[in-house]
């Protein structure tokens, strides 16, 4: 059950098509290092968020504009390349692409302003979020190429943004001889939507080539002029707005209120996906059970520092336990004072239900590891390392398998168990017995 | 077998830049844990633990934190540290030269900004909500399907607030840029939970 909107929709059918017609064109695939030169060499996480941004960044709306303003100027490779080869339609893209850009730039804030902040992170040192904001430049660039019909400095304005954050190295080695940079930039952006929209959520560590891309490129923009027609035929409604950077599509409200919405929407669903690689278990397709993963998987990660803070000062079971119970009350106690009004009635009685259990188990352990056990064997549950939780966690996320595993009773056992667990050192009795529980379950 | 299970989980994803950066909070938490080696001798367990898990947060804090960065859940650690009198020397040790001045500033004219915003935010989204129902769509949709959406609205809703409680410095703040904050934390939480457990190995190794 998921709440999606009409874009999503479009914008998914959209996807299904171009990923149709990716399919047909792989077979004509040539591989093609050439491209894949131009591409970021970065790792596997990374090549996922570019493909995902620039998916979602070029699809929305670039291609009603392209094929719109494509179809008059130049027909490229409609008639005169039946049997065209990627390397051709490559350059036949590029073409296109310079003939585009020369007439259809424009420059707008949106993209000083990421271009600034892509500066920031570069100079930050580079991370995925850096990433994140090129492609965001890269796609705003190729929104612009076909956005509307005012005629810019091309290479300026181009290299506006792109000698904004120069000095650095993944920028410098953009900074090529005049065209071909832009252009490469922009192909990059209009490529790679290619590549995004025809891939799932589950294969972003494949390398894909751009032999592909090319060869679809042609495929798609020839048999796809149907789509944008229509589409255009909805965007052509305001042509008069001169910063227009979103081209509203077919059916759908074009006043300010829902653009910024639906830009909002657009970029949540963006990060939503960023997180979706972060958090292990994190193949659900609801928002709802998204944050759901999320937030369990930060309580965690609080609650193995916490843990792991403790574990090398050593001491007794009792003395060790004690201190994270007794932490858990307070900080309840001085979040319910500070905060009362933002804990709604379900999620502080389950937090208390949770509490109340860590207690009595604590008080156990201190008088008995063995009735702590049973204590917690007839509650169905048992105590393992916090380690073990991970790897279990991760085993079962990758393998899907039928057994539930409840997390949330193993992280606040284990939480109990791990400080006794690893203080005392790995103390082989609890262990094997630990192992047999959750055999027996 | 903690080693195995740590580097398993620790290397589908290692880049060159993480790895500096657990460097670079390994270092820091290292630092942080030295300057205050002297008291810790006397004081009890837990606030030996508080401590090493302070420094720890700082440490993590502190890492990144370059002028144009624009996440703020780690002034939000640092601002509520240095509301504690006992860990000024903490601090000042580890997050040392950006942090004071630039952190009150920031931080004071942050939660300013961003209660206001918050509270436009807000007015907004009851405006458009209102607006919205009046739009054609609703009357084509039955009424289980109004239902089910507005539950899976309240859902996310909720989820939202326990999430915002979670991430420092997540009150104030619109949903958009709270999953950009969740992100960042994220991967610094990862990072330094693999840090110190790898400094913990190395503990425990050289004792046994």
């Given at each position: 059950m998921q709440p999606r909107s009409r874009e999503m929709q479009a914008m998914s059918s959209f996807l299904n098509q171009q990923s149709q017609q990716m399919s047909m064109q792989d077979q004509q695939n040539t591989g093609n290092s050439l491209m894949n030169s131009q591409f970021d060499p970065s790792s596997s996480n990374d090549d996922f968020l570019e493909q995902m941004f620039s998916s979602i960044g070029s699809s929305s709306c670039s291609w009603p504009?392209?094929?719109?303003?494509?179809?008059?100027?130049?027909?490229?490779?409609?008639?005169?390349?039946?049997?065209?080869d990627s390397q051709k339609s490559r350059d036949l893209a590029v073409d296109e692409l310079?003939?585009?850009?020369?007439?259809?730039?424009?420059?707008?804030?949106?993209?000083?302003?990421?271009?600034?902040?892509?500066?920031?992170?570069?100079?930050?040192?580079?991370?995925?979020?850096?990433?994140?904001?090129?492609?965001?430049?890269?796609?705003?660039?190729?929104?612009?190429?076909?956005?509307?019909g005012s005629i810019a400095d091309e290479t300026g304005l181009i290299h506006l943004p792109l000698s904004l954050g120069g000095g650095n190295d993944v920028l410098s080695a953009h900074n090529n001889p005049s065209g071909n940079v832009s252009v490469q930039n922009l192909y990059n952006g209009y490529a790679g939507s290619l590549l995004g929209s025809g891939q799932t959520s589950n294969q972003f560590h494949q390398p894909q080539d751009f032999g592909a891309a090319a060869a679809a490129a042609a495929a798609v923009m020839n048999s796809s002029a149907a789509a944008p027609s229509i589409s255009s035929a909805g965007g052509g409604g305001n042509p008069g707005q001169p910063r227009q950077r979103v081209r509203a599509r077919r059916g759908q409200a074009t006043d300010?209120?829902?653009?910024?919405?639906?830009?909002?929407?657009?970029?949540?669903?963006?990060?939503?996906?960023?997180?979706?690689?972060?958090?292990?278990?994190?193949?659900?397709?609801?928002?709802?059970?998204?944050?759901?993963?999320?937030?369990?998987?930060?309580?965690?990660?609080?609650?193995?520092?916490?843990?792991?803070?403790?574990?090398?000062?050593?001491?007794?079971?009792?003395?060790?336990?004690?201190?994270?119970?007794?932490?858990?009350?307070?900080?309840?106690?001085?979040?319910?004072?500070?905060?009362?009004?933002?804990?709604?009635?379900?999620?502080?009685?389950?937090?208390?239900?949770?509490?109340?259990?860590?207690?009595?188990?604590?008080?156990?352990?201190?008088?008995?590891?063995?009735?702590?056990?049973?204590?917690?064997?007839?509650?169905?549950?048992?105590?393992?390392?916090?380690?073990?939780?991970?790897?279990?966690?991760?085993?079962?996320?990758?393998?899907?398998?039928?057994?539930?595993?409840?997390?949330?009773?193993?992280?606040?056992?284990?939480?109990?168990?791990?400080?006794?667990?690893?203080?005392?050192?790995?103390?082989?009795?609890?262990?094997?017995?630990?192992?047999?529980?959750?055999?027996?379950? | 077998m903690i080693n195995q299970l740590s580097t398993m989980r620790s290397t589908p994803r290692m880049t060159s830049s993480s790895t500096s950066l657990k460097q670079l909070f390994m270092k820091k938490w290292i630092m942080g844990m030295k300057a205050c080696s002297s008291s810790m001798k006397k004081s009890s367990l837990l606030e030996r633990k508080n401590t090493i898990k302070l420094s720890a947060?700082?440490?993590?804090?502190?890492?990144?934190?370059?002028?144009?960065?624009?996440?703020?859940?780690?002034?939000?650690?640092?601002?509520?540290?240095?509301?504690?009198?006992?860990?000024?020397?903490?601090?000042?040790?580890?997050?040392?030269?950006y942090s004071r001045s630039n952190n009150n500033y920031n931080s004071v004219l942050m939660t300013k900004i961003t209660s206001v915003q918050l509270h436009c935010t807000r007015l907004l989204?009851?405006?458009?909500?209102?607006?919205?129902?009046?739009?054609?769509?609703?009357?084509?949709?039955?009424?289980?399907?109004?239902?089910?959406?507005?539950?899976?609205?309240?859902?996310?809703?909720?989820?939202?607030?326990?999430?915002?409680?979670?991430?420092?410095?997540?009150?104030?703040?619109?949903?958009?840029?709270?999953?950009?904050?969740?992100?960042?934390?994220?991967?610094?939480?990862?990072?330094?939970?693999?840090?110190?457990?790898?400094?913990?190995?190395?503990?425990t190794a050289s004792k046994s």
């Open positions: 504009d392209v094929m719109g303003t494509a179809n008059p100027k130049l027909p490229p490779w409609d008639l005169s390349s039946p049997s065209i310079n003939q585009e850009n020369v007439q259809q730039l424009q420059f707008d804030d949106q993209s000083v302003m990421l271009s600034s902040k892509f500066r920031q992170h570069q100079i930050s040192g580079g991370s995925a979020k850096a990433l994140l904001l090129r492609q965001q430049l890269s796609s705003m660039q190729s929104r612009c190429v076909g956005g509307n300010p209120h829902s653009i910024a919405e639906r830009l909002r929407r657009e970029r949540i669903a963006e990060r939503m996906k960023a997180l979706q690689e972060l958090v292990p278990n994190g193949n659900k397709s609801d928002k709802a059970s998204m944050l759901d993963e999320i937030i369990d998987y930060v309580k965690f990660l609080q609650l193995q520092v916490k843990v792991l803070s403790m574990s090398r000062l050593g001491g007794a079971t009792g003395a060790v336990v004690a201190p994270i119970v007794a932490d858990n009350s307070s900080e309840a106690a001085a979040r319910g004072g500070g905060t009362s009004s933002i804990n709604g009635g379900p999620s502080s009685s389950t937090n208390d239900s949770v509490t109340v259990t860590e207690n009595r188990v604590a008080k156990l352990m201190e008088e008995d590891m063995g009735s702590a056990m049973q204590y917690l064997q007839g509650k169905g549950l048992c105590l393992m390392p916090i380690s073990l939780a991970t790897a279990i966690s991760t085993a079962t996320c990758h393998s899907r398998n039928p057994l539930p595993p409840p997390p949330t009773t193993n992280a606040a056992a284990g939480a109990a168990a791990a400080a006794a667990a690893a203080a005392a050192g790995p103390s082989s009795p609890n262990t094997p017995s630990t192992m047999n529980n959750l055999l027996h379950r | 947060d700082l440490a993590m804090a502190s890492t990144r934190m370059v002028a144009g960065c624009t996440t703020y859940w780690r002034r939000a650690i640092i601002t509520n540290a240095s509301k504690d009198p006992n860990s000024k020397h903490l601090i000042n040790h580890i997050v040392g030269k989204r009851k405006s458009r909500s209102k607006k919205r129902k009046n739009i054609v769509g609703w009357r084509t949709m039955s009424d289980k399907k109004i239902a089910a959406s507005i539950l899976s609205r309240r859902l996310v809703r909720k989820r939202t607030q326990v999430l915002k409680s979670l991430v420092p410095g997540g009150e104030a703040m619109d949903e958009c840029s709270l999953m950009k904050e969740a992100i960042d934390y994220i991967i610094s939480l990862q990072t330094q939970v693999d840090g110190m457990k790898h400094i913990i190995n190395a503990v």
